[in-house]
């Protein structure tokens, strides 16, 4: 009987794992779409990206019921405890990155009645990285890696500075010819959300690394090389 | 014993409570001081802002601790779970409101060394606007109250609109003055910050809703009328 249960137990947390990675495949995706929307001028792949934000949202509330049934029925113990309470609060980061996901389509849908102000290269590097940054921060979840975690901490800077870098560019071109500011303004949007997108997979790097070693790295001026 | 244990268990929920609308009216004081950092062109103060961060992350992280400790020793029933659980989600979004006041400490040391664009009117209403919604999705939170989340959610609307006509306001003057381009975009900034922490207050009323109701008005097309 106990055995019965134990493993039935085990499989709603493989379960919780899976549903977490599916979560977060789904709004890797969203990115990827968003970004190729604005990149080749798509607006149907821009107006399905917003579409699928329910898909993302369905998910968030089947996790959250999953956790919240988990803690009622299976009591869980340390270990899993904090298995479970982080992964309720990683939800919410990976909901708020399909919202971004969206918000990049719209500015996508916006932006392509416009010639563009010169080739994409940067928001697509910054695109890259940033949904790296977010397979990582679940992986390290999933396997309980605090190393990963710190390392995807670390990554942020990278995006901060390409962030920065797009910001100084957008200026300059609007100092040249106000004619293009609202156009550059929309593009300095897309750069801000990919920039939040990764604060959102540091965000949750932050959580792995407090979950497996108690520790908070949040906020520290220096972060440090190991935990 | 019984009786002992439950006391002990009933003040532990309050010392919940108390510290959620604790740390809620930091995050209040981090804004307002934050404001008023930008408005009266204060350095102290925005640095002030910056350094107090670090009391919202602790009581992050103390808030997390309770919650979790609670989980592992009450065993909480439905209606205490879905409290604890709410908490532990809260505190994200409040964490996150204390970094965009921060943020908006850190424009203001910016703009201190310039004149202002024109004296600041939309700004302080906006904030005034996100801070109720703030205070009034905390009070809903622990008083099970899912009308007043709802109403939170609605009044996201009125600093969606204003954040526009800000937008709008801000890309008029670049047009007519290029030189002021720098100048406006970190008012933009601000503002895009205050509507960011008015997000944050309806993400929390959406949880109470959820939480009293079991019901998601999440990314509904139309938010109802009544829960």
Known sequence: MATHTDKRYEEELADLRHRVLEMGGLVERQIADAIRALVTQDVGLADAVVLKDHDVNRLDVEIDELCIRLLALRQPAARDLRFITTALKITTDLERIGDRAASIAERAKELQTEPQLKPYVDIPRMAEIATR??????????????????????????????????????????????????????????????????????????MVVFMVKGKSIRHVSQLPASV
Chains 1, 2 share one sequence.
């Open 133 to 206: 940054m977010l397979r990582e921060s679940l992986d390290a979840f999933v396997r309980y890696d605090a190393d990963l975690a710190l390392a995807v901490c670390h990554e942020d800077d990278v995006v901060d500075k390409l962030n920065s870098q797009i910001f100084r560019e957008l200026v300059s071109f609007m100092l040249e010819d106000p004619a293009v500011i609202t156009r550059a303004m929309r593009v300095l949007f897309v750069s801000k959300y990919l920039e939040r997108i990764a604060d959102h997979a540091t965000n949750i790097s932050e």
